[in-house]
């Protein structure tokens, strides 16, 4: 079944304290990609990756770090989370930015208190 | 002005309704169009997807864009309840790297 999945799914953690979500997507995508969803705010991309090693800013990358170091793969680093950094996040995968939809992850929310 | 925008709702209609959700936007180098739904506590799932201005049909949905006017529609037909969940419109360019951009989504409840 093609699928993009995250871990963990929750996560209530204390600032300051690096954590990792990873995301891994089986569809052999070359474009993955971290959104954080927010009440008002709707999607807003923090990162993107158009192939193994080449990593670029969203919209909303400060504080965030993403690896890809294979292609399945794409996990975003949390150094030193701060309460602003609560949120719901995806991941999201796709063939390429033009080409093919991207498919979503089913979220992580995150609680940073 | 906000490169897409959407009417958050939230929407509520009876069972067997006809819903229209609808997203506005300002680009005129978006191409690429689409609907996610989003089901409390899921990650959002592709409804339709379309290029350029038209119509397309899938069962109860039909996506419309008129690309003049810069505004895309949703229309489900016969509304259910396993229909509530948060509709996002979603875009793109026809070339570059440009990211998708998302509406804020539309909240639709449907009421048995």
Redesign the interface.
Known sequence: EAQ?TQNPRYLITVTGKKLTVTCSQNMNHEYM?WYRQDP????R?IY?S?NVEVT?K??VPEGYKVSRKEKRNFPLILESPSPNQTSLY?CASSLS??QG???????T?LTVT | QKEVEQDPGPLSVPEGAIVSLNCTYSNSAFQYFMWYRQYSRKGPELLMYTYSSGNKEDGRFTAQVDKSSKYISLFIRDSQPSDSATYLCAMRAGSGNTPLVFGKGTRLSVIA
Not at chain 1, 40 to 43: E, H, R, V, W, Y
């Open positions: 993009v990609s008002g705010l709707g999607l991309q993107y158009m670029d969203g919209d995806f930015p033009l939809v991207p498919y979503f992850g089913p979220g929310r």
